[in-house]
């Protein structure tokens, strides 16, 4: 435990988080104990967020009992951002993705038949709240009102949960809520003021060259430096095309772009890899060729893998 909190230190230190703030965050890691229970959902991310300003917005809320709202366009790392929260304050971490089928049963649970008796098979809303967790309500903005419904008394000043049939659930003292959104997905829609008003809101900026670089440094140590720069500028290029209105948002994805360069190990050529990953997101011909073209300019075809990473015989 104390390995892990010298690295987590470590980490805050090199993100230049105040001293102030990372005192506190590592005496809310001594506060509050994990329930044995719980140990499975504790773990450290792949990969850390980059980024001072929302770092130091986020830890300041969550320490002082406020839940956040991390909103804005896709691929800004808000799902690292979460991950990484969790993690820095030692917390279990459960994950919510909203959906049309989710209601308040998947939330807080259903009722079950065991041993012999009808006892309830408990959600991750409810799991969260019990052991003091770190509860991810991903895309928040798709929840339907009975699902809103569960909410309002769970992110609130009440911090309690009435299950009908069973007692009410009062809110572990280190418990949070961190609700993710992105504009304009389907099925989305705006969220209600009453839940905002239980939210302090971040707006997460876009990946910038710096971060793209940091980002896949983290992800491939061993990937050669021009690789990454032409990797992270192609991102940007995309980038730029999807908030200029030139392509949808469907190729502007930083996972896709992860799991192209992690095939290219098995000796996929890099081209191909990009195909799968990037360029075959979009289904319209025309910006399909718009995303090739921008890809050419940045991957040479004649790329191998050991253009890619340092590989040592």
Same mark, same amino acid.
């Given at each position: ?15 230049? $988080? ?9 005496? +809310?890691?001594?506060?509050?104990? $994990?329930?044995? %229970?719980?140990?499975?959902?504790? &773990?450290?991310?792949?990969?850390? @967020?980059?980024?001072?300003? $929302?770092?130091?917005?986020? $830890? !300041? ?27 820095? @304050? ?7 993705? +909203? ?5 308040? !049963? ?22 969260? !709240?019990?052991?003091?967790? @770190? ?24 911090? &309690?949960?009435?299950?009908? *049939? ?8 280190? %418990?949070? +809520?961190? *609700? ?22 971040i707006d997460m900026p876009p990946l910038d060259l710096e971060t793209l670089h940091i980002l896949l440094n983290q992800y491939f140590p061993d990937a050669k430096r021009e690789a990454v720069e032409q990797f992270a500028g192609l991102f940007q290029d995309l980038q730029t095309k999807a908030s200029n *209105? ?12 992860? *799991? ?5 190990r098995s000796g996929l050529a890099p081209l191909q890899a990009i195909q799968m990953g990037i360029v075959n997101k979009s289904f319209d011909i025309f910006e399909k060729e718009m995303i090739e073209d921008a890809v050419l300019t940045r991957i040479p075809e004649n790329w191998t893998k050991k253009d890619? @990473?340092?590989?040592?015989?």
């Amino acid at each position: 435990m104390e390995t892990e909190e010298k690295n987590i230190r470590a980490y805050l230190e090199e993100m230049r $988080i105040g001293e102030e703030l990372i005192f506190e965050v590592l005496d +809310f890691r001594n506060t509050y104990d $994990i329930d044995e %229970t719980a140990l499975d959902h504790v &773990s450290k991310p792949e990969v850390l @967020f980059y980024g001072k300003e $929302i770092l130091e917005m986020a $830890i !300041a809320a969550l320490l002082h009992g406020e839940n956040i709202l991390l909103s804005g366009a896709k691929a800004t790392g808000k799902n690292v951002l979460c991950e990484t929260l969790a993690w820095v @304050f030692g917390r279990p971490s459960y994950n919510v993705s +909203f959906h049309v089928n989710t209601d308040s !049963a998947a939330l807080i649970g259903t009722d079950t038949f065991k041993n012999n008796e009808v006892q309830l098979r408990k959600g991750p809303v409810y799991e969260c !709240a019990e052991y003091g967790g @770190f509860g991810i309500l991903d895309e928040i903005n798709m929840a339907k009102n009975d699902a809103v419904s569960v909410l309002h008394a769970t992110l609130d000043h009440r911090r &309690s949960i009435d299950v009908p *049939g069973y007692s009410r659930i009062e809110l572990h003292p280190a %418990t949070r +809520f961190i *609700g993710t959104m992105n504009y304009g997905y389907a099925g989305t829609k705006e969220l209600n003021e009453a839940l905002i008003s239980r939210f302090m809101v971040i707006d997460m900026p876009p990946l910038d060259l710096e971060t793209l670089h940091i980002l896949l440094n983290q992800y491939f140590p061993d990937a050669k430096r021009e690789a990454v720069e032409q990797f992270a500028g192609l991102f940007q290029d995309l980038q730029t095309k999807a908030s200029n *209105g030139e392509i949808s948002t469907k190729s502007l994805d930083f996972r896709g772009l992860v *799991g192209a360069i992690r095939t290219m190990r098995s000796g996929l050529a890099p081209l191909q890899a990009i195909q799968m990953g990037i360029v075959n997101k979009s289904f319209d011909i025309f910006e399909k060729e718009m995303i090739e073209d921008a890809v050419l300019t940045r991957i040479p075809e004649n790329w191998t893998k050991k253009d890619i @990473f340092e590989i040592t015989e």
